[in-house]
T-cell receptor, first 116, second 113 residues
Framework: EAGVTQFPSHSVIEKGQTVTLRCDPI?????LYWYRRVMGKEIKFLLH????????ESGMPNNRFLAERTGGTYSTLKVQPAELEDSGVYFC??????????????FGPGTRLTVL | GQQLNQSPQSMFIQEGEDVSMNCTSS?????WLWYKQEPGEGPVLLIA?????ELTSNGRLTAQFGITRKDSFLNISASIPSDVGIYFC?????????????FGTGTRLTIIP
């Protein structure tokens, strides 16, 4: 079974430009999460999709960030326009439907975004 | 929001030594998790803890869910070179419908030859 994949692995852009990150979850996983780790700090939750619906977007920093999951399969996270403080590693994770205990979130390798 | 204080930030140890790291929180969690991240990869789940007081082992790893539900520790016994990486604790408050994880800042483990 293929794991969570993310594209690109690295992105270097200038302040003011737009970047779109993509995440392909594990096949059959309804839950999809985006997290971000700014250098040296904790991994922070951004948002949670259940299929194509946004379940929780309380972690999105501001309206420069737009996440979509059309059709409930892959997801994109667009940053427009990018600012210096957006630099960090963006992780995507997916999990199955809810159960009685924690539904393990499987993480992708991350996209390292550098804004110059 | 909820915050997790993880310590130490980094550890430099010799192969064969035991390792201990912990996380504390100002608020309670229903589930505590320990993840490990290796270079170029995403975090991978090591141990999940579901009940206060629970002590769980996974090979050379042992983790405990604190009685107060506000802390957890992870021990690694007899460290080996492949233990190198960043270890993150994570807490989950609501298992049903809201599964966003709150992570600690990580403990970077380096093994000195």
């Amino acid at each position: 079974e293929a794991g969570v994949t993310q594209f690109p692995s690295h992105s270097v852009i200038e302040k003011g430009q737009t970047v779109t990150l993509r995440c392909d979850p594990i096949s059959g996983h309804d839950n999809l999460y985006w997290y971000r780790r700014v250098m040296g700090k904790e991994i922070k939750f951004l948002l949670h999709f259940v299929k194509e619906s946004k379940q929780d977007e309380s972690g999105m920093p501001n309206n420069r960030f737009l996440a979509e999951r059309t059709g409930g399969t892959y997801s994109t996270l667009k940053v427009q326009p990018a600012e210096l403080e957006d630099s960090g590693v963006y992780f995507c994770a997916s999990s199955r439907r809810h159960g009685s205990e924690y539904n393990e979130q499987f993480f992708g390798p991350g996209t390292r975004l550098t804004v110059l | 929001g909820q915050q997790l204080n993880q310590s130490p930030q980094s550890m430099f140890i010799q192969e064969g030594e035991d390792v201990s790291m912990n996380c504390t929180s100002s608020s309670i969690f229903n589930t505590w998790l320990w993840y490990k991240q290796e270079p170029g990869e995403g975090p991978v789940l090591l141990i999940a803890l579901y009940k206060a007081g629970e002590l769980t082992s996974n090979g050379r790893l042992t983790a405990q869910f604190g009685i107060t539900r506000k802390d957890s520790f992870l021990n690694i016994s007899a460290s080996i070179p492949s233990d190198v990486g960043i270890y993150f604790c994570a807490g989950l408050y609501d298992n049903f419908g809201n599964e966003k994880l709150t992570f600690g800042t990580g403990t970077r483990l380096t093994i000195i030859p």
